[in-house]
Every structure is written in C-alpha cells, then in structure tokens.
C-alpha cells in the first residue's frame, strides 16, 4: 500500500456526490416535505462520507499517530489504505476484492434495489388511495426507510469515518422519527385497517422466523 496519495480530488467528491443523490432521489418521486427530508439526511451522509474518500481523509489526519504506530510500513495517505476495515483485519490484497468492500457493494446495490422497488409500491397505492401492502410492505411497514439505512450502513464497511459513523445513529433516528409521522398520517387515513396491519408487520425488520407475507384479512375491505 504505496501508492500515490489520493486526496485533493474535489473533482471525485461533487461528481460521486450528486451521482448517489441523485440515482437516490429518481426512487423518491419528492412530493412532500417529508420525502425532501428524508433525501436530504441521505444526502448530507453522501456528501460527507465522499469529501473523507476523496477530499480531505480528516479521520485519517486525526487517527495518523495511532495508525502508524500500530501499522508500520503502511501509506494510510493512499486510497487503498483508507479502506481502514480491510487495512485493520489485515487485508494486504486489493481491498475492493476484500470481504468487507464485497459486503458494502452488496448492500448498497441491495438497498437501492430496496428502495425502487418499495417507492414504486408505495405511489402506486398514494395514487390509487389505498394502504401499500404489497411487495416489501408485506414484510415491513416502512422498507423505504431501511432501504436507506441499509445503504448507509454499506457504505460504513466500504469506507468508515469519524464524521459518518456520528451521523449515521443521527440519521437513523431522523428515519425512525419520520417513519412515525407517517404512521400517524396512515393511522388517521386508514384507521382500522392500519391498526391491523401494523399489529401483523414489524416496522423496520423483518421476522427472522419463516411466515407468509401480509394479507388483509377477510372482511376488511379494500385498502382506501
């Protein structure tokens, strides 16, 4: 792990920066106040996890002493190196084969495969006034919301900072905050087909335990 520094590259930072924005915000159709904020705390992640990848690596510049001593003869001022899990478990290959950097691209494609797929549920069924229980809304009730978590929570093992890894419980607590305004908004709506849903559908994680998706019980009507 000699290469050339890296840094500097303020170029890479807007240019990775408004491309995960922006392929994040073609999943959201931005409508409301909420759907703006929930973009907005994603994107704030975005920007800073990619001004440490490629701009100033502050978690590197702060944690240099460290490092060096308990890393000698490693460049931690190249990019390889500040792929700091593959470097700390003793990764000595090219860390984007790494097992940590495998995971990442998992879930981040994962999340994103996530997020479009949940967006398209749920305006399908704002569109046709009626409660999304369909596709991943059959497993929890806000997988729009995990989705973005599940993206962040990718891009911690490809790349963790000091700056990031403060504001990803943040964050999550942002999501779980807006995920409970929503809810009060479904409740209000829906009423007691909304209770029944949310008492058969966790809120953010699946059950580990192998069940059938949600249904509407018999009776209950259509969803609107």
Not at 107 to 125: E, M, P
Not at 157 to 171: C, E, G, H, R, S
């Amino acid at each position: 792990m000699t290469e050339t520094p890296a840094y500097g590259l303020w170029g890479l930072v807007i240019i990775n920066s408004v491309v995960f924005i922006l392929f994040a915000a073609s999943f959201t159709r931005l409508q409301t106040p909420r759907d703006w904020r929930t973009l907005g705390a994603f994107s704030a992640f975005i920007l800073a996890l990619f001004t440490e990848m490629y701009g100033f690596p502050l978690t590197i510049y702060l944690l240099s002493g460290w490092l060096g001593r308990q890393f000698p003869g490693v460049d931690f001022w190249s990019h390889d190196a500040g792929h700091l899990l593959e470097t700390l478990f003793g990764w000595r290959v090219n860390p984007h084969f790494g097992p940590f950097h495998i995971l990442s691209n998992i879930l981040i494609f994962g999340g994103f495969w996530l997020l479009a797929v949940s967006w398209n549920v749920l305006y399908a069924a704002q569109r046709d006034h009626r409660l999304a229980t369909e596709g991943p809304y059959a497993r929890v009730r806000h997988p729009q919301y995990a989705a973005f978590v599940v993206i962040m929570f990718g891009f911690l093992l490809q790349w963790p900072t000091l700056v990031t890894l403060a504001m990803f419980p943040i964050l999550v607590w942002v999501y779980v905050r807006l995920a409970r305004q929503e809810e009060a908004a479904a409740r209000t709506e829906f009423g007691p087909l909304w209770d029944d849903y949310a008492r058969r559908v966790p809120a953010f994680l699946p059950r580990i335990a192998i069940s059938s998706p949600y249904a509407p019980r018999p009776g209950d009507g259509p969803h609107d």
